[in-house]
């Protein structure tokens, strides 16, 4: 079983950087893969980015891709989303989750999901 808990979303201005967070409980975090999803109002829920339990490996969206970082510390169980450049359209609530399937995209093979945070991107 496995916990998570997000934070550090907010209302930030285009081109500003945000950065989340994510929460893991369990002794066994390293041995999942985690990843970043993300939901605007009336869209379904879409993939961000992924990293490996070792966290030598990452997986981003084509619309993220080069603007935002995943990165991880086992050492804290903490999962992170570095969020550069931010646009209008990144507005959403964004999730963390686990999977044991490395670099996946697909919602459904992610076994557990945080509550969500929001983050608005507004002038």
């Known amino acids: 079983q496995v916990q998570l808990v997000e934070s550090g979303g907010g209302l930030v201005q285009p081109g500003a950087s945000l950065r989340l967070s994510c929460a893991a409980s369990g002794r066994t975090f390293s041995s999942y893969n985690m990843g970043w999803f993300r939901q605007a109002p009336g869209k379904e829920r879409r993939f961000v980015a992924a990293?490996?339990?070792?966290?030598?490996?990452?997986y981003y969206a084509a619309s993220v891709k080069g603007r935002f970082t995943i990165s991880r510390d086992n050492a804290k169980n903490a999962v992170y989303l570095q969020m550069n450049r931010l646009k209008p359209e990144d507005t959403a609530v964004y999730y963390c989750?686990?999977?044991?399937?490395?670099?996946?995209?697909?919602?459904?093979?992610?076994?557990?999901w945080g509550q969500g945070t929001q983050v608005t991107v507004s002038s």
């Open positions: 989750a686990a999977s044991r399937v490395a670099g996946t995209s697909i919602r459904a093979e992610y076994d557990y």
């Open positions: 990293i490996t339990g070792s966290g030598g490996s990452t």
